[in-house]
């Protein structure tokens, strides 16, 4: 078990971090100017016209350097090579799986892609229809995604629950260097896996349903405020409470 | 021009004077985006899922996502009663309103994918393929769907052989009375633009109208969609502040 812990935090500090305060970044909208002359660079979420870098996108702000780009604020999720996310079955085939990650198109999980010995005759003894899994995202072809289990934390999921947030709001989730689900963690004394994908797995160490829950409310509490300050510590003491209630009872 | 002639439209505003716009964005829960937009008494509101999966299978198309709308009156929306359900008349708005908003989305890269834009109008006072448009606008904006820019749309018309910038009910059924007989004397121009480019994207007629008319309203529905365009902005980047 405790193994387990150490993997999921590792897998963590590779994904997408906070790097800025947002309350600096501008919010853009479509076709706005975001930046004028050669010496800027469009990247993701604008385009070029001209000397003009405009925005496509509806999001904030990012300007690094020469590069230009919009984070954005909403949206369904775009799967994008090396994401962490996690996945439904919704079909076994005879050289691997179809999964579900919530994006436009269906992913698939071929058995070249995971670890250890598979019996190719009957896949559904490793993973079968509406099994959860942890995976990530080998590469993005113009009409499928294709996923790997080839790496360390990477597992399918049993038992605990599955919250589903926006995928916007996954970098607040984890916070900067994954400060914010680590609180969530500690206090409530529950293993969490964030996917990129807006997919959030928490199961308690305890087997206590109601100490998932209130994880699952504090998640609930960073999606609806994520523009607050110290948002951390505000979940933190909003955990602590929950917890002496439960305590209590 | 006196105060009198000023004072001529049946709600008392200036010819060039927009009916209250209300604009909001994220009211529905479960889709990717949504928006809500009113001019005065019509109010429509816009949900988008997608870019997904387009089912049936013989209706994607390989080389780029596409964009489907769907308009529709709630039944309670006008004094009589609509039959719900899709119509001659929605079908037609359904089809002008994904050619209005076609032109600015980039969804080149989803290829055999669906964006659904769903308009529905809860309160009709004329003019609401404008305000659906401006709300499914804000409502693609909202679901992160990449866009060149957004749309603004306005109606303008004649009353008798004045033009004014987004008519109500009221001056949509102006009529005067010739030889005893009462005829139809109002034009209804919808008219959508893209708020950067100014590039006209939907321009449909009702009634009738000689070109130099025309011209002048399309001016004047140029500097309208201008505001609304702006409201739109502001209505997106309003977001932070809550």
């Known amino acids: 078990m405790k193994k387990e812990k150490e993997e999921t935090e590792e897998l963590e500090e590779t994904e997408q971090e906070i790097t800025e305060k947002d309350e600096k970044r501008e919010v853009v909208v479509p076709g706005e100017v975001i930046a004028t002359g050669k010496d800027f ?17 509806f999001g904030l702000l990012e300007k690094t350097d020469r590069l230009v780009k919009v984070i954005p604020l909403s949206g369904a999720y775009i799967p994008r090579a090396g994401n962490t996310v996690i996945g439904q079955i919704v079909d076994v085939s005879f050289n691997g799986w179809m999964i579900d990650v919530l994006a ?36 993005v072809k113009p009409r499928s995604v294709e996923l790997t289990m080839k790496e360390k934390g990477l597992r399918k999921l049993e038992g605990g629950m599955l919250v589903k947030i926006n995928p916007t709001r996954v970098p607040r989730i984890i916070g900067r260097a994954g400060s914010m689900v680590k609180t969530i ?11 990129q994908n807006g997919l959030v797995w928490i199961r308690s160490d305890e087997n206590d349903v109601e100490k998932e829950i209130t994880a699952k409310k504090a998640i609930e509490l960073i999606v609806q405020k994520p523009f607050h300050e110290g948002l951390t510590e505000k979940v933190k003491e909003f955990l602590q409470e929950e917890i002496k209630k439960l305590n209590k009872q | 021009m006196t105060k009198e002639e000023k004072h001529k439209r049946p709600d008392g505003r200036d010819i060039e ?40 299978q013989h209706l994607q198309n390989p080389e ?70 401006n709300a499914a606008s804000l409502a693609l904006a909202n679901a992160g769907v990449p866009m060149k820019e957004l749309v603004a749309a306005v109606s303008i018309g004649k009353t008798g052989d ?8 009221e001056e949509e059924d102006f009529t005067i009375i010739k030889d005893g ?10 008219f959508a633009i893209l708020s950067k480019s100014e590039r006209i994207s939907l321009l449909q007629l009702d009634g009738k109208i000689n070109p130099e008319d025309l011209k002048e309203a399309i001016t004047l529905a140029k500097r309208a969609c201008k505001k609304i365009a702006e409201i739109q902005k502001k209505t997106l980047k309003k977001i932070k502040e809550e």
């Open chain 1, 41 to 57: 660079l469009p990247g993701e979420g604008t385009r070029k016209e001209g000397e003009e870098i405009i925005a496509s996108k």
């Open chain 1, 104 to 139: 436009a198109h269906q992913a698939f999980l071929p058995v070249m892609e995971c670890f250890g010995y598979i019996n190719k005759k009957d896949l559904t003894e490793v993973y079968t229809f509406n099994d959860l899994i942890v995976t990530k995202v080998r590469a």
């Open chain 1, 185 to 195: 963690k500690d206090e409530t004394r529950c293993n969490i896996i964030v996917g």
């Open chain 2, 17 to 56: 004077e927009l009916r209250k716009i209300e604009a909001k964005v994220g009211i529905i829960k479960n889709a990717d985006g949504s928006a809500l937009f009113s001019f005065g008494g019509s109010t429509a509101i816009a949900a988008v899922y997608g870019p997904r999966t387009l089912h049936p």
């Open chain 2, 64 to 133: 780029t996502g596409i964009l489907r709308c769907y308009y529709d009156m709630t039944p309670f929306s006008v004094s009589e009663r609509k039959r719900p359900g899709p119509n001659r008349r929605s079908a037609e708005i359904s089809y002008v309103t994904m050619k209005a908003l076609e032109p600015v989305l980039q969804i080149e890269n989803f290829a055999n994918t669906v964006v659904d834009c769903y308009i529905m109008i809860i309160q009709a006072d004329a003019s609401t393929r404008c305000a659906g448009i």
């Open chain 2, 162 to 169: 004045k033009i004014v910038v987004d008519l109500s009910k």
């Open chain 2, 181 to 190: 007989k009462e005829i139809k004397a109002a034009t209804d121009i919808p």
